[in-house]
């Protein structure tokens, strides 16, 4: 049941915004009442902070299957921006909650000790690939994890974050299935290249 509230508070924090989404609408979706949905989450900034932790906690579990530690650094960077894009295009809803908690001025992602662990993973895996990369002379050394993580972030987020207003001004010849892919390999290029001594 918990599982089901939180798919279904996902997709309406989503589409309406922590003020705009509302809890009867929830209900409804899964068939059970407000309720019983404050008995599981207690109130509506509770259950939208549980999920913003499941949807870190799922991407965050979703890189750790990669298994980027038993590739050479350069080809796990790589990967590791490839997942991302694909990550993110398919999960338009992780990327809407993350554009609301910044409306927000991630005021509820401070309140969680959960997502603060989760994300040092993260960290973690970009810094394993730079000690490796660095020991062997492939990753320049003044580059650092932190870095290189806002930069995968920044360049897979906007391009489903402003999708919209980039293909309203310039249209949307960048957003079909053969350039989205190209996209992909030139974003995976530019942070393999940044990285590399």
Request: glycine share 4%; hydrophobic share 40%.
């Amino acid at each position: 049941m918990q599982a089901d509230i939180l798919r279904a508070a996902t997709e309406e924090f989503a589409r309406n915004g922590l003020d705009g989404a509302r809890i009867s609408d929830i209900a409804e979706r899964t068939r059970t009442t407000k309720r019983m949905i404050f008995y599981y989450f207690q109130d509506k900034q509770t259950l939208y902070r549980r999920v913003l932790e499941e949807a870190y906690r799922k991407i965050r579990a979703e890189e750790a299957e990669l298994n980027l530690g038993a590739l050479p650094p350069l080809q796990a960077l790589r990967r590791l921006v490839e997942f991302t894009f694909d990550h993110h295009r398919r999960s338009e809803p992780f990327i809407r909650l993350v554009m609301i908690e910044n409306i927000h001025a991630a005021r509820h992602l401070r309140d969680s000790d959960l997502i603060a662990r989760v994300n040092d993973s993260a960290i973690e895996r970009i810094r394993d690939i730079c000690t490796r990369g660095q020991a062997t002379g492939e990753i320049r050394p003044d580059i650092t994890p932190l870095e290189l993580h806002w930069m995968i972030s920044a360049l897979c987020f906007f391009n489903v974050s402003n999708r919209p207003t980039f293909g309203t001004n310039f249209g949307d010849e960048l957003f079909t299935e053969q350039a989205q892919a190209r996209l992909r390999e030139r974003v995976a290029d530019m942070v393999v290249a940044a990285a590399r001594a």
